[in-house]
C-alpha cells in the first residue's frame, strides 16, 4: 500500500507545523510551548481524552475505535525535546532560541504522530484503542520513565508499545529495524581525581591530577580492547577532562565525565567494573586517589521478537517490502524507548531521513518528505493490529 491518500492531504500542514516546532525548541522538560501545542491539535482533531502533565510535561491521547470490542490498547509515542545545540543550518525556519535546536528530529517525530492522531480520529478504522504519547526530555533526562512513573501504562492499560526513530543516511521511505539488542544502553561516568597541587616549577613536590587524568583516560581504551570479547560490542569514551585554572599550577584536583555504551546486560556489568578498578589502580600507582560514580542511565532498547516481525509487515505495507531492512545492524547510541521496552512488549524502528547531517550535529535537519512515511505506518500499525 502507498501513502494514504488522506495523509498525503495533509502534507503540507503538516510541514508548517514541523517547520514551527523547529523554529522553537525546547529541551528536556521544559516543553510548555510544544506540549501545549500538542494538546491543542490532539483536543481539535477529536481525541476521546487528551491528559496534558504526564511525566511532568507530557500528553497523552486515547482514541477509541468505531468498534471496540477487542480489548486492545496499543500505545505508540513521539518525544518533543530538543538538544543544548547551535543550529547551523541557515534555514528559513531555523531556531529562535539561542543555543537550542532540534538536532534529532524529534519536531519530526511529534509532527507525525499528530497527523496520525488527526487521520485516527477522522477514520477510526479499527477495533480496539490507541494511546498518543508525547513525550518530554529523552535527551538524557529518562522522560519516559518518568510517564511510567506517573502511571502511564496502567492507567491506560497499555499492552504493546511501538516508537519511530529517523535516521540520516537511510533514503526517505524506507525503514530498518531487527528483533533485540537496537541500541545500546547508556551509561554516565564521573570520576574526581585527587592529588597534590603545587608550583608547575616544583612538579617532584606535587601529584600532579593532569597527568594521572592523562594516564587514566588511557588505561580505560584498554577495557574494551582487552576486556571485552571482540565480538561483543562497548563504548567507553571520556569526553570531558577539566582541571587546574594557571597555567603556572599544579591542580589539586581533576575530573573526568564520559560514557559507557553496550548490548548486553553481562558486558554492561563488566564495564562498570572494569572503569571502577582501572581508575582507581592508575590513580593509586601515582599516589594519587581516583573515586568514580558510575551511573546506569538508559537500559538497551531491545525489539521483542512478535511485535518487531509485526512493525516490519506494516512497513513493508507502506513502504514495499524492499524497502524494509529486517536485520539493520544495532547503533551505540542510547534511546528512552527502552524503559517502555521493559515494561510492553513492542518495537522501534528506523525511518529514512534521505542524506542530511547526523543526528545531534548544528547542521541536522529533519527531512519533510519522511512525514507522509511516518504518519501512514502509524496509521497502518493501528489498522493492522486491531483490524474493524
Known sequence: MPILNRVAGMHEELTELRRDLHAHPEILYEVHRTAGIVAEKLKAYGCDEVVPGIGRTGVVAVIRGRANDSGKVIGLRADMDALPIAEATGLPYASTVPGRMH???HDGHTTMLLGAARYLCETRNFNGTVVLIFQPA??????????????????WGIQEVYGIHNQPGMPVGSFGLRPGPLMASSDRVYITIDGKG??????????DTVLVGAHVI??????????VDPLESAVVSICMFHAGDAQNVIPAQAKLT????????????????????????TAAMFGARAEVVYRRDYPVTRNHDRETAFAAAVAADVAGKDKVNTDVPPVM??????FLLEQRPGAF??????????????????????????????GRLVEMAMPA
Open 103 to 105: 538536532a534529532c528530529g
Open 138 to 155: 529523552e535527551e538524557g533526562g529518562a522522560g519516559a520513565k518518568a510517564m511510567i512513573d506517573d502511571g502511564l501504562l496502567d492507567r
Open 198 to 207: 603545587g608550583h608547575a616549577a616544583k612538579p617532584h613536590q606535587c601529584i
Open 218 to 227: 588511557t588505561a580505560l581504551q584498554s577495557v574494551v580492547s582487552r576486556n
Open 258 to 281: 564520559g560514557t559507557a555504551r553496550s548490548l548486553q546486560p553481562h558486558v554492561r556489568d563488566l564495564l562498570q567494573k572494569r572503569i571502577v578498578e582501572v581508575s582507581e589502580a
Open 333 to 338: 547510541g542510547g534511546e528512552d524507548f527502552s
Open 349 to 378: 524502528i528506523f525511518m529514512g531521513n534521505g542524506d542530511s547531517a547526523g543526528l545531534h550535529h548544528p547542521a541536522y535537519n529533519f527531512n519533510d518528505e519522511a512525514i507522509p512515511v511516518g504518519v501512514s505506518y502509524w
